[in-house]
């Protein structure tokens, strides 16, 4: 039903989480969003999911991680019922202050 559809969306949602690799691959994940302020509701649950996943704040609506998270953003998107022009995933081999986020990350 569609009950237990949300149901269990919430409960793979709520356990989400992304795994530290042994050895970094060099590479950033960069989330990018542009979320009307009609679903203002929703684009702060995202923002509270990102900071849960451990998500660095670059701006508002960019936010960076060194590990792969491609089916975390997948389901986040998902759930959410953003579009992959709302919701966004770049990997990204360099950033400025790389510096800053190797120590804000410990890699």
């Given at each position: ?27 950033w994940r ?32 960019v936010w ?44």
């Open positions: 039903t569609e009950e237990g559809k949300k149901r269990a969306g919430w409960l793979q949602i709520n356990n989400l989480q992304i795994a530290k690799q042994k050895k970094w691959d060099r590479k960069v989330v990018v969003f542009d979320i009307p302020d009609k679903n203002k509701i929703k684009r702060e649950a995202l923002r509270g999911f990102l900071k849960r996943l451990q998500f660095c704040k670059l701006q508002d609506s960076i991680h060194p590990f792969d998270c491609r089916d975390e953003i997948a389901l986040l998107r998902e759930f959410f019922g953003f579009g992959s022009i709302e919701l966004q995933l770049l990997v990204a081999e360099k950033v400025e202050n790389e510096g800053v986020l190797r120590k804000v990350f410990r890699i």
